[in-house]
C-alpha cells in the first residue's frame, strides 16, 4: 500500500503512528508544513524503512513563510527527493494571503533542480498552480485531494500530471464524480491524515485500503488489481528520481 500525503508529524503520537503504518506495510511519505518542520521531524524518520520525508511550504501557513524558511528551503531541497506539501490556497480560509502564497510557490517551482516527487495543495486555485507549473517547473506533479473543476481536471491530465485520492474523497459524491474522470493511470493514494476523518477518529495511512477498495469498484477489479495499478503509477513517477541521482 502507499499513502503520498500524510502529516504524520501532526498526530498525537507520531512515532507510534509511523510504527503502524511501517508494520501494515505502507510506504508513507511524511508531508511537512514549512522547512522548520522538517528538520524537526528528520532525526524521527531514519529508523523507518518505509518513510520518505517531504520538504513543505503550505499555503496555508503562508505568514509564517519568512525569509528564514524559504533560504531553509532552499538549502534543503537537494537533500529529498520529496516536497510537499505546497501550492496555493484561494478559499476563504486563504485568499487573504493569495498574493504571498504565488510568491512562495514559485519560489519553491524555482528550487526544483531536476524531478522530485511534488504533492501540492490547490484548493480554488487550480487553473493557477496549472500555470506556474508549466511556466517554472514542466514536469508531472500530483493534485492532492483535488477539489476542482472538470475542465481543469482535463488540462491537468493533458499535461500529465497525477491525482491522489484520499478516504475522504470516495464518501463524497462530487468526490466520487472527480475520481471516476481519473484515468486508472493517473490514480495514487493517499490518507491526508489527521485530517481526514473516518467516522470519530482521524484517518491513518493504512486507510488507503479503503480508497483501493472504491477504486477497484469504479475500475471493475479486485482490490490487490487496483493495489497493484497504484504502486505501478508511483514507481512510474519516482523512476527519473533514481536515474537523476536524487536524494529518497
Same mark, same amino acid.
Given at each position: 500500500?502507499?499513502?503520498?500525503?500524510?502529516?504524520?508529524?501532526?498526530?498525537?503520537?507520531?512515532?507510534?503512528?509511523?510504527?503502524?503504518?511501517?508494520?501494515?506495510?505502507?510506504?508513507?511519505?511524511?508531508?511537512?508544513?514549512?522547512?522548520?518542520?522538517?528538520?524537526? +521531524?528528520?532525526?524521527?524518520?531514519?529508523? !523507518?524503512?518505509? %518513510?520518505?520525508? &517531504?520538504?513543505? #511550504?503550505? @499555503?496555508?501557513?503562508?505568514?509564517?513563510?519568512?525569509?528564514?524558511?524559504?533560504?531553509?528551503?532552499?538549502?534543503?531541497?537537494?537533500?529529498?527527493?520529496?516536497?510537499?506539501?505546497?501550492?496555493?490556497?484561494?478559499?476563504?480560509?486563504?485568499?487573504?494571503?493569495?498574493?504571498?502564497?504565488?510568491?512562495?510557490?514559485?519560489?519553491?517551482?524555482?528550487?526544483?533542480?531536476?524531478?522530485?516527487?511534488?504533492?501540492?495543495?490547490?484548493?480554488?486555485?487550480?487553473?493557477?498552480?496549472?500555470?506556474?507549473?508549466?511556466?517554472?517547473?514542466?514536469?508531472?506533479?500530483?493534485?492532492?485531494?483535488?477539489?476542482?473543476?472538470?475542465?481543469?481536471?482535463? +488540462?491537468?491530465?493533458?499535461?500529465?500530471? !497525477?491525482?491522489? %485520492?484520499?478516504? &475522504?474523497?470516495? #464518501?463524497? @459524491?462530487?468526490?466520487?464524480?472527480?475520481?471516476?474522470?481519473?484515468?486508472?493511470?493517473?490514480?495514487?493514494?493517499?490518507?491526508?491524515?489527521?485530517?481526514?476523518?473516518?467516522?470519530?477518529?482521524?484517518?491513518?495511512?493504512?486507510?488507503?485500503?479503503?480508497?483501493?477498495?472504491?477504486?477497484?469498484?469504479?475500475?471493475?477489479?479486485?482490490?490487490?488489481?487496483?493495489?497493484?495499478?497504484?504502486?505501478?503509477?508511483?514507481?512510474?513517477?519516482?523512476?527519473?528520481?533514481?536515474?537523476?541521482?536524487?536524494?529518497?
Amino acid at each position: 500500500m502507499i499513502d503520498t500525503h500524510c502529516h504524520l508529524d501532526l498526530y498525537p503520537n507520531p512515532t507510534q503512528t509511523a510504527s503502524e503504518a511501517q508494520n501494515a506495510g505502507v510506504f508513507s511519505i511524511l508531508v511537512t508544513n514549512l522547512p522548520s518542520a522538517f528538520d524537526a +521531524a528528520h532525526p524521527h524518520v531514519k529508523q !523507518f524503512k518505509k %518513510i520518505r520525508l &517531504a520538504l513543505g #511550504l503550505h @499555503p496555508l501557513v503562508a505568514t509564517s513563510h519568512t525569509d528564514v524558511e524559504l533560504q531553509r528551503f532552499k538549502a534543503l531541497v537537494a537533500q529529498t527527493s520529496f516536497i510537499g506539501e505546497v501550492g496555493l490556497d484561494f478559499s476563504r480560509e486563504g485568499v487573504a494571503t493569495k498574493t504571498r502564497q504565488i510568491e512562495s510557490f514559485r519560489f519553491v517551482l524555482k528550487c526544483l533542480q531536476g524531478p522530485k516527487f511534488v504533492t501540492v495543495h490547490s484548493r480554488q486555485a487550480e487553473a493557477a498552480v496549472l500555470d506556474l507549473v508549466e511556466k517554472e517547473y514542466q514536469r508531472p506533479i500530483v493534485f492532492h485531494w483535488y477539489t476542482g473543476t472538470q475542465k481543469n481536471l482535463l +488540462a491537468a491530465l493533458q499535461r500529465g500530471h !497525477f491525482f491522489s %485520492i484520499n478516504p &475522504a474523497m470516495i #464518501l463524497s @459524491p462530487k468526490g466520487r464524480a472527480i475520481i471516476e474522470r481519473i484515468p486508472p493511470d493517473r490514480a495514487l493514494t493517499e490518507s491526508d491524515g489527521p485530517f481526514v476523518k473516518i467516522g470519530q477518529r482521524n484517518a491513518v495511512p493504512s486507510d488507503v485500503a479503503l480508497v483501493e477498495t472504491a477504486l477497484a469498484n469504479i475500475w471493475q477489479t479486485d482490490q490487490l488489481s487496483a493495489r497493484r495499478i497504484v504502486a505501478s503509477n508511483f514507481e512510474r513517477l519516482i523512476e527519473p528520481l533514481r536515474t537523476d541521482g536524487a536524494k529518497s
